[in-house]
C-alpha cells in the first residue's frame, strides 16, 4: 500500500501491532481465567484442611473426654494395684517431643520400678530393637508385676487423654518420641514431627513393639501424607481389638 510503513516482513506496521494486541489481550484474558480457577481451587483446598483439623478436633475433643469416663473405674484399679505393689507414686511424668519439635509433658500410669532409668543403662545392650534408637525388651526387669498387664492393655497411656484435650496431642497420630530418640534422628526421621502426636497410630494396631523404629517411621510418614477424619475413626476402632489381643505388647 502506497505511503504505508512496513515492517521488516513487508506486512504494514499497523496491522503487526493490531494483531499483538489482540493476540496479547486473548493471552491475558486465559491467564487471567487461569489464575481465578486456580485462586479458587486454592481456597477450596484451604477450606477443606480447616473442616478437616475442625472435625479432628472435635473428635479428639469428645473421644478423649468419653474415654476418660468411661474408663473411671479401671483407673481406680489401676491406681490401687500401684500403690499397693511398691507403695510409689502412680504416675510418671515424662518429657516428650511434640508436632514442630515443640517439648511437652505426658502423664502415663508407672509400670516400672523406680529406678528404671539406672537399670536400664545397664540393660541397653539387650535392647532388641537393632537400629538402638529405641529401646524394647520383652522380659524386661524393670516391669513390675501390675504394670505387666498394664502395658499389655496400654493402661498405661490412660492419662494422655489429659494431654489429648489440653491439645498437646491427638487421639490418632505418631507417637510422641523422647528426645535422647530425636537427638539420634536422620533427616527422614524427623518428618514424623510434622504431624500432632497421638495415642494410638498405624504402627501401634499393626504390631507396636513388634515393629522396628524404621517400619515405625514408614508408618508414620504413610499416616502423614493420607491423614483425614475418617482414617482417624478406623485406626481408632481398630486399636480396640489390638489393644485387647494385646500382639506386640512389652
Not at 126 to 144: S, Y
Not at 146 to 168: A, T
Not at 178 to 195: C, F, I, S, T
Request: charged residues 25%; glycine residues 8%; hydrophobic residues 40%.
Amino acid at each position: 500500500m502506497p505511503g504505508s510503513v512496513k515492517n521488516s516482513t513487508g506486512q504494514p506496521k499497523s496491522d503487526t501491532v493490531e494483531d499483538n494486541f489482540w493476540g496479547n489481550e486473548i493471552l491475558l484474558g486465559r491467564i487471567s481465567r487461569w489464575d481465578r480457577e486456580a485462586r479458587l481451587k486454592a481456597l477450596r483446598w484451604r477450606l477443606f484442611i480447616r473442616l478437616t483439623l475442625a472435625l479432628k478436633r472435635l473428635l479428639d475433643i469428645v473421644g478423649s473426654f468419653s474415654a476418660i469416663v468411661i474408663s473411671s473405674p479401671i483407673t481406680l484399679f489401676t491406681c490401687i494395684a500401684i500403690k499397693l505393689d511398691d507403695g510409689g507414686p502412680v504416675l510418671f511424668k515424662q518429657i516428650r517431643v511434640g508436632e514442630g519439635g515443640k517439648p511437652f509433658r505426658i502423664w502415663k500410669f508407672r509400670s516400672m520400678v523406680l529406678n528404671a532409668d539406672k537399670i536400664k543403662d545397664e540393660i541397653l545392650e539387650q535392647n532388641q530393637h537393632a537400629d538402638g534408637v529405641t529401646f524394647k525388651m520383652k522380659d524386661d526387669p524393670r516391669i513390675t508385676k501390675p504394670g505387666k498387664w498394664i502395658r499389655k492393655l496400654s493402661i498405661d497411656e490412660f492419662p494422655q487423654f489429659v494431654n489429648v484435650l489440653k491439645g498437646d496431642m491427638s487421639l490418632v497420630g505418631p507417637r510422641p518420641p523422647v528426645p535422647r530418640e530425636v537427638a539420634l534422628y536422620g533427616a527422614r526421621h524427623l518428618r514424623r514431627l510434622q504431624a500432632k502426636p497421638g495415642i494410638t497410630c498405624l504402627w501401634q494396631i499393626g504390631g507396636r513393639a513388634d515393629i522396628d523404629f524404621e517400619g515405625q517411621v514408614r508408618l508414620d510418614l504413610q499416616y502423614i501424607h493420607s491423614q483425614g477424619f475418617w482414617q482417624d475413626v478406623i485406626i481408632l476402632l481398630k486399636t480396640v481389638p489390638a489393644v485387647l489381643l494385646g500382639k506386640g505388647a512389652y
